[in-house]
């Protein structure tokens, strides 16, 4: 994979309808996709050598999307501000050109809002995924 202008990652949040219409979350200046999984060690006495064993597919798998920026759409604000306050899953796109698309339900864990007296309002979203995910590759 060639370097890429971190601009172009997206964060999208969907409506709810069917078909879903997903929104780029707008002014977003930094964003972060973290996918994590917990491992479920096995290890024993009779682990080979006394090498630490894991049970392979056994963990727990959890990805974390992130972003900051400035809200300059009124209609990704608002989405984002009903999936907070009523603590709704949504359904989110984390979109890497060239490297591929993570969708499913998340959360939205943490929402700060924040402003200088000389500066524009800013905002922080940190979402935790809340059941499957899929990811497709992007060539």
């Not at 972060?32 to 630490?52: E, F």
């Not at 759409?73 to 899953?89: E, G, M, P, Y």
């Not at 959360?107 to 899929?134: M, P, R, V």
Request: net charge negative; aromatic share 8%.
């Amino acid at each position: 994979m060639a370097a890429q202008k971190g601009k172009d990652i997206l964060l999208k949040i969907g409506d709810g309808q069917s078909p879903e219409n997903f929104t780029t979350v707008a002014g977003i200046k930094a964003r972060t996709l973290s996918l994590n999984a917990k491992t479920v060690d096995v290890t024993n006495s009779d682990s080979l050598g006394g090498w630490r064993e894991l049970l392979s597919t056994a963990g727990v798998r959890a990805a974390t999307l992130s972003g900051s920026g400035v809200f300059r759409d009124a209609a990704s604000d608002a989405l984002i501000c009903n999936a907070f306050f009523n603590q709704t899953l949504a359904d989110w796109q984390g979109i890497i050109p060239d490297f591929g698309l993570v969708q499913g339900p998340f959360q939205i864990t943490t929402l700060d809002y924040a402003g200088q007296h000389d500066g524009e309002a800013t905002f922080a979203l940190t979402l935790a995924s809340g059941g499957a995910l899929s990811f497709t590759v992007i060539p």
